[in-house]
């Protein structure tokens, strides 16, 4: 297997707990709106869909963590998550995790790494 992988943002972009950047996912030719923040100085990314009701999570476009800077969080039903590892810790939804993406951080910029299958 080989990775696509494509460009979200610049690194400098994502600020450690603040706004993230919102991008689509192609999942089995069909886009999915997902997005990537920056906690702990490593980047994470997730499809913008909570665990619990399948709806966008962002309160306003970008804002994802709550008011601390330490949690990723539902705006429609207040699902608190680990932005390292988006499982749920507090909310109606509590130990379901969101979707993880597999992201690489490398020479200032952010990237989307997606497996492919090459035809035999």
Known sequence: MAADQHLICASAALVD????????FG?????????????????????????HV????????????????????????????????????MGPCKGASLHALAVEERGGYVYLVQEKTSAV
């Open 54 to 89: 399948p709806v966008e999570m962002d309160w306003m476009e970008g804002k994802f963590f709550d008011m601390s800077g330490h949690m990723l969080i539902c705006a429609v039903h207040g699902a608190h998550y680990d932005p390292r590892n988006g499982r749920c810790l």
């Open 17 to 24: 707990g603040g706004d993230g950047i919102r991008f689509e």
């Open 27 to 51: 999942d089995g030719g069909q886009a999915s709106p997902a997005f990537v923040v920056r906690y702990g100085g490593r980047v994470y990314a997730y499809l913008n869909r909570c665990a």
